[in-house]
């Protein structure tokens, strides 16, 4: 009868009439149940774990991970989709060979995509940070995809012991949990290379360091801020400055009592601003030229940060990569940067501030802002004047980011733990009024998470298939790059080196970049290259005179893997 009951998910073909929303509110009702009924014997537990600092730390890294690898067997290791992730990837088989940048190919042009310079160097234009990761997971594990779980982990754990510096154990160690099903198993920042977790782990360092060193004066917490603030630099360097204006507000009003300690601070960073010198004087072959303006200069991409018209492309350019400028140019909006689209861009992102937040702790975040109409009774470098510094640095790195006419959730990841923090704060005081909705809140919170996971373990399960539909994430590979995979498995079956000329279509949507190659290109098993046309081919098919040669047309459905011949019609697209 069981099995019977939850066969179906349409009305009329199960025995009680149910249809898929009414099995979804009855497994939340049955989850929050479950959970308070739970509640006496985990309450005293938890209570005892949350004063072991060490300990809270070391479950919020496990936890994380041990979550995500439970879904291997339905959501494998991700797949690299987007150009950026390719340039990351880049920059982590760069520093395998223990180098910042690769020397130019002679036949680069061939080789020319999105995010990567081919001259002076062949180099990734991303900063050291993410790919840093991505190299010590390669190395470690084989797999460059180890770097991200092993950031969310650290991210997770941060998370806590920033809280810490805030409230209360008890308080912490919820946010810390909060932490790990938002950012957790389910999460993009999981479940691709872009970065994100790297970036919000260095900002758990500096916004917890900063109370810790404001109430001790310590060298110890001044370099634990030193050394979030050198990650984020080599993160995202442009962020950074909106990070160093909020730990400047934060400090400002207790500056004399932490003068002492701030020369840790600068110790730790020094390094990494050398670090980044070091990388554009071996990329760009100038100290001050970072790789990212270089491509502005060369390509035209990314958009630049100016109330400017859009720069011109370089004019050695080939057609292909002419045609893509064009394309981004009609994908962002060609023209001068003006006060109303600015706002207008503003506004339009507010909406993708939600991926901070599970939806239950929107009510906790509203909570937060009323603690703001609290008389000024206490020390402005404590209480409600750091309430409003946390409000404050949001709205510079919102403002911020809005000068980039793109916008990606990493950008602001720093500040993911300050979402966290307005929540947690918020249900303090929540609790403070009832208690019980503080804990219903976060048994919400709980029950959201446990359901959609378990959907995702149990996915190739009907009940799993039918209410996946009504998903709120959707960053788990179950809508992995299934071309690509397809592509995969046909150069594996291959034997030798192989050689793949990549011919796009007239109508290619030019996000979706096949020709991506590793940092040693000769010595990699398959070289990707563009199709340029037969005779221009043949030169690259006379310097690889020992590889298989093999035509890719990615606008094929399903993309065609075949061998490459000369006569062939078609030519450069």
């Known amino acids: 009868m069981f099995q019977q009951l939850f066969s179906s998910f349409q009305p009329f073909e199960n025995p009680i009439g149910f249809g898929a929303s009414d099995f979804i509110e009855f497994a939340l009702a049955a989850l929050l149940v479950s959970l308070a009924l739970a509640r006496p014997v985990v309450q005293p537990w938890f209570r005892r774990l949350a004063e072991k600092t060490g300990w809270c730390m070391l479950v919020m890294a496990i936890l994380p991970v041990a979550l995500r690898l439970a879904l291997l067997r339905h959501h494998p290791i991700p797949l690299p989709d987007i150009y950026d992730e390719f340039g990351h990837l880049l920059v982590a088989d760069t520093l395998r060979h223990f180098r910042l940048a690769n020397p130019p190919h002679p036949m680069h042009r061939f080789f020319e995509t999105f995010f990567v310079l081919q001259e002076p160097t062949y180099s990734s234009i991303y900063p050291l940070g993410q790919g840093f990761v991505l190299a010590i997971g390669r190395m470690l594990f084989g797999y460059a995809w180890a770097g991200v779980v092993l950031s969310v982990a650290a991210f997770c754990s941060l998370s806590y012991w920033m809280l810490r510096g805030w409230t209360t154990p008890g308080w912490a160690l919820v946010g810390g949990l909060l932490t790990v099903f938002q950012f957790g198993a389910l999460n993009q920042w999981m479940n691709g290379y872009w970065g994100g977790a790297v970036t919000a782990a260095a900002g758990c360092l500096v916004f917890g360091a900063l109370p810790r060193l404001v109430e001790s004066g310590s060298a110890r917490d001044a370099a634990l801020l030193g050394l979030g603030l050198a990650i984020h630099l080599l993160t995202r360097p442009y962020e950074s400055i909106f990070l160093l204006i909020s730990v400047d507000l934060f400090l400002l009003p207790a500056f004399p009592g932490i003068v002492r300690a701030l020369p ?50 370089h004019r050695d350019l080939t057609p292909q990569q002419q045609l893509d400028y064009r394309m981004q140019l009609s994908f962002r909006g060609e023209g001068v940067e003006t006060l109303g689209s600015y706002l207008t861009r503003l506004e339009y992102r507010i909406r993708f501030y939600r991926f901070f937040l599970l939806a239950p702790l929107y009510l906790p975040v509203v909570v937060f802002l009323f603690t703001l109409r609290a008389p000024l009774e206490v020390p402005v470098w404590s209480g409600l ?21 793109a916008f990606q959730f990493h950008y602001i990841a720093a500040i993911a733990c300050l979402f966290v923090l307005m929540a947690v704060i918020g249900l303090a005081r929540l609790s403070e009024w009832s ?30 298939l039918t209410m996946m539909q009504y998903e709120t994430w959707d960053s788990i590979n179950h809508r992995n790059p299934e071309r690509r995979l397809l592509v995969q498995q046909q150069l594996a079956e291959l034997q030798g080196k192989q050689l793949v000329f990549v011919r796009y279509s007239p109508r290619h949507i030019f996000q979706d970049e096949w020709v991506y190659n590793e940092a040693d290109i ?14 221009e081919n043949e030169q690259l098919r006379r310097y690889y005179p020992d590889r298989n040669v093999l035509l890719l047309e990615p606008d094929v459905r399903p993309p065609k893997l075949s061998p490459y011949s000369s006569e062939a019609d078609g030519g450069p697209q």
Do not use: M
């Open 264 to 313: 840790a601070t600068v110790l730790v960073v020094l390094p990494a601003l050398g670090i980044i010198l070091l990388q554009n004087k071996q990329v760009t072959g100038n100290w001050t030229t970072l790789p990212y303006t270089l491509s502005q200069y060369q390509y035209g991409v990314p958009a630049a940060l100016t109330f400017q018209p859009n720069p011109i492309p």
């Open 385 to 405: 004047y750091r309430f409003f510094w946390i409000l404050n640095t949001i709205l510079i790195f919102a403002l911020g980011v809005n000068f980039f006419p």
């Open 435 to 464: 208690g019980e909705a503080a804990r219903l809140i976060v048994l919400l919170c709980v029950a959201h998470f446990l359901f959609w996971y378990g959907l995702h373990l149990f996915e190739n399960q009907d009940f799993s």
């Open 522 to 535: 000769n010595s990699a098993r398959v070289v990707w290259a563009r199709d340029l046309g037969p005779a």
